[in-house]
């Protein structure tokens, strides 16, 4: 099994910054990717960034020069830094990873909301 725990949500301006964390605890030798997801009101959830267990990553276009998705395998934290954030971009943020082997499946984070005001 896998846990996770998002951190760092806020209340920012237009054109501000955030940085979400996403800390992972359990089985996290068996995760093979790890994304962000978000949803807005009234909104299906959508596909923000992906990071590999390899370190490739790839981003939606509508946040892609914008967000930036990282790690760091030491603390067993993934990272999303928003940066020049938009009113749309208000949603909260999910953080998910997908397992192989003995913990297949994917997991969820509960969740942690961003605010853009105009």
């Known amino acids: 099994q896998v846990q996770l725990v998002e951190s760092g949500g806020g209340l920012v301006q237009t054109g501000g910054s955030l940085r979400l964390s996403c800390a992972a605890s359990?089985?996290?030798?068996?995760?093979?990717?790890m994304n962000w997801y978000r949803q807005a009101p009234g909104k299906q959830r959508e596909w923000v960034a992906v990071?590999?267990?390899?370190?490739?990553?790839n981003y939606a276009d509508s946040v892609k020069g914008r967000f930036t998705i990282s790690r760091d395998n030491a603390k067993n934290t993934m990272y999303l830094q928003m940066n020049s954030l938009k009113p749309e971009d208000t949603a909260v943020y999910y953080c998910?990873?997908?397992?192989?082997?003995?913990?297949?499946?994917?997991?969820w984070g509960q969740g942690t909301q961003v605010t853009v005001s105009s």
């Open positions: 998910n990873a997908v397992a192989a082997g003995i913990s297949l499946g994917d997991y």
């Open positions: 359990g089985t996290i030798f068996s995760i093979r990717a």
């Open positions: 990071i590999t267990s390899g370190g490739s990553t």
